[in-house]
């Protein structure tokens, strides 16, 4: 008998064993990575250092929190906060955010000068956003003026 002959039976005769030795460390990390959890907001929390952020991406990191609060949760207070945390600190995308939440909510007098801020930052959104504000609100001021 051959090396190769006894190798082949080898393997005949202990196939099942090899395909459960190969099989059950992936069919497990397929289970593993199909049941971890989402990051919970609380853990996001933790990463975000409270106080006013110290660089850009901890002003990013409270604006995707707010995004994250706002869409999955809709939680509009708390991402009012975070927005606003983000914008304070020159975030011109959580500015643009901050603005749309307040227009939302009809606190379009603030919801402006967070727009007039982004915009200046050149956010093109926030221009698209305050110049809608503006007709709006000029229109309105048409229908209310007598005639």
């Not at 990575?33 to 990013?60: F, H, M």
């Not at 991402?79 to 600190?89: F, G, K, L, S, V």
Request: proline content about 3%.
């Amino acid at each position: 008998m051959t090396l190769e002959e006894m190798f082949r039976r080898i393997v005949r005769a202990h196939l099942a064993l090899i395909l459960v030795c190969i099989l059950v460390p992936v069919a497990g990390a397929a289970i593993l990575v199909a049941n971890r959890p989402d990051p919970s907001i609380a853990s996001i929390r933790l990463q975000v250092i409270s106080g006013s952020p110290k660089s850009a991406t901890e002003a990013e990191g409270m604006n995707s929190l707010g995004l994250l609060v706002e869409y999955q949760r809709g939680e509009l207070d708390e991402a009012q906060t975070w927005y606003r945390r983000a914008a304070e600190a020159g975030h011109s995308e959580a500015m643009f955010n901050l603005g749309a939440l307040l227009r939302g909510r009809g606190e379009s007098d603030e919801a402006e000068t967070w727009y007039r801020r982004a915009a200046a930052t050149g956010h093109n959104g926030a221009k698209l956003s305050l110049t809608r504000l503006l007709e709006r609100r000029s229109e309105s001021e048409e229908d209310l003026s007598p005639g």
